[in-house]
Nanobody
Framework: QLQLVESGGGSVQPGGSLRLSCTAS????????VAWFRQAPGKEREGVSC????????YYSDSVRGRFSISRDNAKNTVYLQMNNLKPEDTAVYYC?????????????????????WGQGTQVTVSS
């Protein structure tokens, strides 16, 4: 089974930036669509951004569009989430996930937080 390990979380002041990384092992990420989710205390897990495995199409939630950017480096088997202009409401545990279903169903799976493989999560705290 695909294993995913996130890193790069931490504490930052409002307006700051962080870059999260997610490195895969056992399998190559080339054959997977990848995504980032987050879960704040007392809230359900929500999709933040998704990157299709074939078309390279990206999707962002309304709350992060224009501030966050998802990318992948297949040579390093790693997915990134660049987060700029962070806000206190971005505070959450961020999870990397991957799914090998066809791209035409991946968006629905992303919107329902129903991806096949998950990392353990990394905490992001935005506070002054």
């Amino acid at each position: 089974q695909l294993q995913l390990v996130e890193s790069g979380g931490g504490s930052v002041q409002p307006g700051g930036s962080l870059r999260l990384s997610c490195t895969a092992s056992r399998f190559t990420l080339d054959y997977y669509s990848v995504a980032w989710f987050r879960q704040a205390p007392g809230k359900e897990r929500e999709g933040v951004s998704c990157l299709s495995r074939t078309s390279g199409a990206t999707y962002y939630s309304d709350s992060v569009r224009g501030r966050f950017s998802i990318s992948r480096d297949n040579a390093k088997n790693t997915v990134y989430l660049q987060m700029n202009n962070l806000k206190p409401e971005d505070t959450a545990v961020y999870y990397c996930a991957a799914d090998e279903h066809p791209p035409q169903v991946v968006l629905a799976k992303f919107l329902s937080a129903d991806f096949g493989s998950w990392g353990q999560g990394t905490q992001v705290t935005v506070s002054s």
